[in-house]
């Protein structure tokens, strides 16, 4: 395996953030599941420091891309199917649950910052990095909780994303999926604007199980 990240290398000018290199190596499939990353031959591959390679692999393990092990190191985090659809679930009662008073607390500021954010996203979607994408899609949804009024709330929705993988490599497997979870933003967006609660709270469960 070591050979295998040995095989593509960077130049120095072509040098980026390598915590977005890492990411683009997993989503492309370079990196798979469960993949140990070795520091040493992660250096080489993106001609980097060791520091850089270590704020990388911290950062990815705090988004559930990359897991470490005690003593042992990194590796590419093993999503688990089963848990993902609990997850899921779980997320569907409880954010469906406040729907309504999301609804009825969202002022038209509310509505405008949201669709700032669902802007935000877009962009991302056209000239961002997939890190980028990933925490513009978190930064809305913890946004559109946060009208609910309950703060614990969005602590523990939070919480319960990390229990499994909420990155793009698990949330976005196509790049049409990733132009719906866009449309379905404003849609949303829309839906609170008109003081629909019912529809608000239908497209929140499709949003979450991408249905």
Request: include cysteine; hydrophobic fraction near 40%.
């Amino acid at each position: 395996m070591a050979d295998a990240i040995l095989d593509s290398r960077v130049e120095p000018s072509a040098v980026r953030d390598v915590t977005d290199l890492i990411l683009q190596d997993i989503l492309a499939g370079a990196l798979m599941p469960g993949t140990w990353l070795k520091q040493v031959d992660l250096e080489r591959r993106y001609n980097c420091t060791r520091p850089d390679v270590r704020r990388a692999l911290d950062r990815l393990a705090q988004k559930r891309l990359v897991e470490h092990v005690p003593n042992r190191g990194y590796h590419v985090y093993e999503p688990d199917g089963r848990r993902a659809r609990e997850v899921s679930e779980i997320r569907v009662i409880l954010e469906t649950a406040v729907a309504g008073r999301i609804v009825q607390n969202a002022s038209a500021d509310d509505v405008r910052a949201l669709r700032k954010l669902a802007e935000h996203f877009d962009e991302a979607t056209l000239n961002g990095t997939m890190l980028e994408l990933y925490e513009a899609n978190l930064a809305f949804h913890r946004q559109l909780l946060m009208l609910s009024g309950n703060f614990e709330l969005v602590d523990l929705v939070t919480e319960i994303r990390q229990r499994t993988s909420s990155a793009p490599v698990s949330q976005w497997r196509t790049r049409a999926r990733v132009e719906q979870s866009g449309r379905e933003h404003h849609m949303m967006i829309d839906a609170i604007e008109n003081r629909d609660g019912a529809l608000f709270a239908e497209l929140t469960r499709r949003h979450i199980l991408q249905n």
